[in-house]
């Protein structure tokens, strides 16, 4: 059966998680990704070994970042691995890069390089700030660019406390998604016309979009969002968090000023039926402290599953507020294919991407099992005219590298 992308060859130049990820989302969509990294490996490889993140044996980070690819192990500072990167690109459709700017015109993949080999290419590319302005070749990370310098970091620290740390890659997957649309625009663009073009996306970018409703309010002059305590919250119908009697959390968003009566009636609180203090939207706000006190001490005296149950038994529109490990085994979530398994990986799943295509004779290609660093740099450079002689002496020479 036909996969929407079968037929389009990536060329990916890239470390870490953004746009390795971004190139997941195309392999997901069928497209063949040729990942070029040194013979070393991505260091994104060994991220599973980065103090402070979950620790395992089982390389989790290159489960995320590199599945469903081909690897090939190229020195990008030997002039015959340079060599064999342009004649890859000439067979290519998309060529993908994290490459800072500085790093594309010493190791000669610019657009401009690239673009003189295959007119036609797709040259998609991301970095941390843009491509233009004083920080435009600043390093940038989904910590520094994504979160800290668009906003995002500020609007998240609660009252009186310090900043939160990111979760580990959440800036990164994120702008991955808006890469692969950028990239599936440019092969629009291609059909259309049958020329190639260079498209791009920033970390920066990406977490202003992120932060756009706060951003745009600032744009017209708006004051910054009020910061509240999670027992200080305005509108407790509509955003309250409410801890329950076993330390767990719930968030209710009730929209509708009409369900109120929905949320009161799953708790049996007949003594707030005609309580003036909280019988209009009005009087709620007004009085928002004491209906959160209200709420929290009838939440507080239930376990989770019984609040849980009794929200979704009188229709009131919440949720729990999951670890991630109990994500991983959410009923719902399995039943979207949320998890699917990898093939060749004996029962380790992994995060489906999220783009999803529904259309007669098209699915998505099962997750295959990252290749190993070089696994097919022999097959490869082959198809290309290159003698296993030829590759022998480029290995030896310490330009590419063969499978361990």
């Avoid at 990008?76 to 890859?88: D, F, G, H, I, T």
């Avoid at 003594?271 to 402290?289: I, M, V, W, Y």
């Avoid at 599953?305 to 399995?334: K, P, W, Y």
């Avoid at 295509?357 to 290159?386: C, D, F, N, W």
Wanted: aromatic share 6%; proline share 7%.
């Amino acid at each position: 059966m036909p996969n929407i992308l079968e037929g389009i060859r990536v060329i990916e130049v890239a470390s870490m998680a953004a746009a390795p990820s971004a190139t997941v989302i195309l392999a997901d969509l069928g497209a063949e990704v040729i990942k070029i990294e040194p013979p070393s490996g991505d260091m994104w490889r060994y991220g599973h070994m980065t103090p402070g993140l979950p620790p395992t044996r089982i390389p989790w980070t290159t489960y995320i970042q590199n599945r469903s690819k081909k690897s090939v192990a190229l020195n990008l500072k030997a002039p015959e691995a340079q060599e064999a990167l342009n004649k890859l690109a000439a067979t290519a459709d998309v060529f993908l890069t994290n490459s800072p700017r500085k790093v594309q015109e010493a190791l000669n993949h610019t657009y401009e390089d690239i673009k003189a080999i295959n007119p036609k290419i797709v040259f998609a590319s991301i970095n941390g700030f843009g491509l233009e302005g004083p920080d435009k070749d600043a390093p940038g990370f989904d910590m520094t660019a994504w979160y800290a310098r668009t906003g995002l970091m500020e609007e998240l620290r609660p009252k009186d406390g310090d900043p939160v740390a990111l979760p580990v890659g959440v800036g990164d997957m994120g702008t991955a998604a808006t890469l692969a649309g950028a990239v599936m625009a440019g092969l629009f663009h291609r059909e259309r016309t049958g020329k190639g073009l260079e498209v791009s996306t920033s970390l920066m970018n990406n977490g202003l979009w992120a932060n756009g409703c706060m951003t745009q309010a600032a744009l017209v002059g708006a004051p910054p969002m009020q910061k509240f305590t999670r027992t200080g919250w305005p509108n407790p119908v509509t955003g309250g968090v409410f801890k329950t009697g076993d330390d767990r959390y719930v968030i209710i968003v009730e929209l509708n000023p009409d369900n109120i009566g929905n949320l009161r009636d799953a708790f049996g609180a007949d003594h707030l039926k005609g309580d003036e203090r909280f019988a209009t939207p009005q009087s709620r706000l007004k009085n928002h402290q004491a209906l959160f006190d209200e709420m929290q001490k009838i939440v507080g005296t239930h376990d989770l599953s019984v609040v849980a149950n009794r929200l979704r038994e009188f229709g009131v529109n919440f949720s729990v507020v999951q670890s991630t490990a109990e994500c991983t085994r959410d009923e719902h979530m399995i039943a979207n294919g949320c998890f699917p398994e990898v093939e060749g990986a004996d029962g380790i799943r992994t995060v489906d991407s999220p783009i999803h295509v529904q259309g007669e004779g098209i699915e998505k290609v099962k997750p295959r099992k990252p290749p190993g660093i070089g696994e097919h740099t022999l097959s490869e450079l082959t198809a290309l005219g290159y003698s296993e002689d030829d590759i022998k002496a480029m290995a030896e020479a310490k330009a590419v590298g063969l499978p361990r």
